[in-house]
């Protein structure tokens, strides 16, 4: 199994930046994919970015070009780097990892982000 805990949410300010990011532990061995979905109050969990264990991404229309999405393997993180930040997107953000074999989806706890001035 795989454990996931985010950090680095916080408030800032619109067009600010912001990093977060998402330390895993257990089964790292098994971690293919990870990747960040947010989901804002009353709205479903939506996938921000992904990234693969090659480091291949895939981001969301709605944050192209504001988001970066990296992975250091050797730490067993993943991080979201958060640029020019608007008022939408505050959510929490939730940090994922798909293992090899049965594809098995482990979930962090989440990190709130509020983009406010």
């Known amino acids: 199994q795989v454990q996931l805990v985010e950090s680095g949410g916080g408030l800032v300010q619109p067009g600010g930046s912001l990093r977060l990011s998402c330390a895993a532990s257990?089964?790292?061995?098994?971690?293919?994919?990870m990747g960040w979905y947010r989901q804002a109050p009353g709205k479903q969990r939506e996938l921000v970015a992904s990234?693969?264990?090659?480091?291949?991404?895939n981001y969301a229309d709605s944050v192209q070009g504001r988001v970066t999405i990296s992975r250091d393997n050797a730490k067993n993180t993943v991080y979201l780097q958060l640029n020019a930040v608007k008022p939408e997107d505050t959510a929490v953000y939730y940090c994922?990892?798909?293992?090899?074999?049965?594809?098995?989806?482990?979930w962090g706890q989440g990190t709130q982000v509020t983009v406010s001035s």
């Open positions: 994922n990892a798909i293992e090899y074999g049965r594809g098995r989806v482990s």
């Open positions: 257990g089964s790292i061995f098994s971690i293919s994919n």
């Open positions: 990234i693969t264990s090659g480091g291949l991404t």
